[in-house]
């Protein structure tokens, strides 16, 4: 029997929690032992407004901006400008050094900002291609056909998070990932 490895993308609609999933998911794996690396982006509020969002590396701690109001250049989506530099110098770089070295390699969030980046779609894809446990978020409505290629991928499996189900998925997910890896270790 082949054993596809382990590719989970939580989706679903804004605001719904994946991104807090997946912090649990990560926050767990990381007791258990994983190695984990990888990027993830949280919104930053000023005032009880939305201003942007910021990237952080998982395994150095870097930070930087993804996408801002008051940037003056770069592609921009609605009110924000993506920052294409702190993208790739931080998130791609999060993503490659992950394949290459974590056991668990997340990205947060494969969506419209981050498409931007013609090295973030390279990163995403080298990480899909690698034999290792991918986790992460991926933009629920995205019609690009980089996101419907990733979607309709027979080694990944999308998960929609709910107001019902968020709460009891970051236990599903870790349970799934260490299935994996254990069955990877006595079949090596």
């Given at each position: 029997?082949?054993?596809?490895?382990?590719?989970?993308f939580?989706?679903?609609?804004?605001?719904?929690g994946?991104?807090?999933?997946?912090?649990?998911a990560?926050?767990?794996l990381?007791?258990?032992?994983?190695d984990?690396g990888?990027m993830?982006?949280?919104?930053?509020?000023?005032?009880?407004?939305?201003?942007?969002?910021?990237?952080?590396?998982?395994?150095?701690?870097?930070?930087?901006w993804?996408?801002?109001?008051?940037?003056?250049?770069?592609?921009?989506?609605?009110?924000?400008?993506?920052?294409?530099?702190?993208?790739?110098?931080?998130?791609?770089?999060?993503?490659?050094?992950?394949?290459?070295?974590?056991?668990?390699?997340?990205?947060?969030?494969?969506?419209?900002m981050?498409?931007?980046s013609?090295?973030?779609?390279?990163?995403?894809?080298?990480a899909?291609n690698?034999?290792?446990?991918?986790l992460?978020?991926?933009?629920?409505?995205?019609?690009?056909?980089?996101?419907?290629?990733?979607?309709?991928?027979k080694?990944?499996?999308?998960?929609?998070?709910?107001?019902?189900?968020?709460?009891?998925?970051?236990?599903?997910?870790?349970?799934?990932?260490?299935?994996?890896?254990?069955?990877?270790q006595?079949?090596?």
């Amino acid at each position: 029997m082949v054993n596809l490895r382990t590719v989970i993308f939580l989706t679903g609609r804004p605001g719904v929690g994946k991104t807090s999933v997946l912090l649990k998911a990560v926050e767990e794996l990381r007791k258990k032992g994983f190695d984990i690396g990888g990027m993830i982006s949280r919104e930053v509020r000023e005032g009880g407004s939305r201003v942007g969002f910021r990237l952080v590396d998982l395994h150095t701690g870097k930070e930087g901006w993804l996408a801002r109001v008051e940037l003056q250049t770069g592609p921009k989506i609605g009110k924000y400008r993506v920052c294409l530099e702190d993208l790739e110098s931080i998130g791609v770089k999060a993503i490659r050094n992950a394949t290459k070295k974590a056991n668990v390699t997340v990205i947060d969030e494969v969506g419209p900002m981050e498409l931007f980046s013609q090295a973030f779609r390279e990163a995403v894809t080298e990480a899909l291609n690698s034999s290792e446990t991918v986790l992460g978020t991926i933009h629920y409505r995205a019609e690009d056909p980089f996101v419907v290629a990733i979607k309709k991928r027979k080694d990944v499996k999308i998960v929609e998070v709910t107001e019902a189900n968020r709460d009891q998925l970051a236990e599903l997910i870790v349970r799934q990932i260490r299935e994996y890896q254990d069955n990877r270790q006595s079949e090596g």
